[in-house]
């Protein structure tokens, strides 16, 4: 399984991006989906997650501003990003809860993209 993220850049402050991400491989069913960040020097840190039957939850540094969804078709997780601000300059991973076919039956596991840069210009 490899997920694919997209979507980052160079931003202005109060301008919007929109990342998204993609898994694919020997995929079974998926779970949960969500976004992470992690600025330098800090731990990383939840931004959204959407469960498999589409319940959000935001971090509170992020809500009324970011909008997580998913395209279960599609195995996509996106993540709409308005109102940037240079505080929200961070690198963004996806994190997907997915369900392959192991030698000892079904595992789920999570997986996590390789990590895509926002910036925020002040």
């Known amino acids: 399984v490899q997920l694919q993220a997209s979507g980052g850049g160079l931003v202005q402050a109060g301008g919007s991006l929109r990342l998204s991400c993609a898994a694919a491989?020997?995929?079974?069913?998926?779970?949960?989906m969500g976004w992470f960040r992690q600025i330098p020097g800090k731990e990383r840190e939840m931004v959204a997650r959407?469960?498999?039957?589409?319940?959000?939850n935001y971090a509170d540094f992020v809500k009324g501003r970011f909008t997580i969804s998913r395209d279960n078709a599609k195995n996509t997780v996106y993540l709409q990003m308005n109102s940037l601000k240079p505080e929200d300059t961070a690198v963004y991973y996806c994190?997907?809860?997915?369900?392959?076919?192991?030698?000892?039956?079904?595992?789920?596991?999570?997986?996590w993209g390789r990590g895509t840069l926002v910036t925020v210009s002040s």
């Open positions: 994190v997907i809860g997915i369900t392959t076919n192991q030698p000892i039956g079904p595992i789920l596991n999570d997986y």
């Open positions: 959407i469960t498999s039957g589409g319940s959000t």
């Open positions: 491989g020997s995929i079974l069913s998926i779970d949960a």
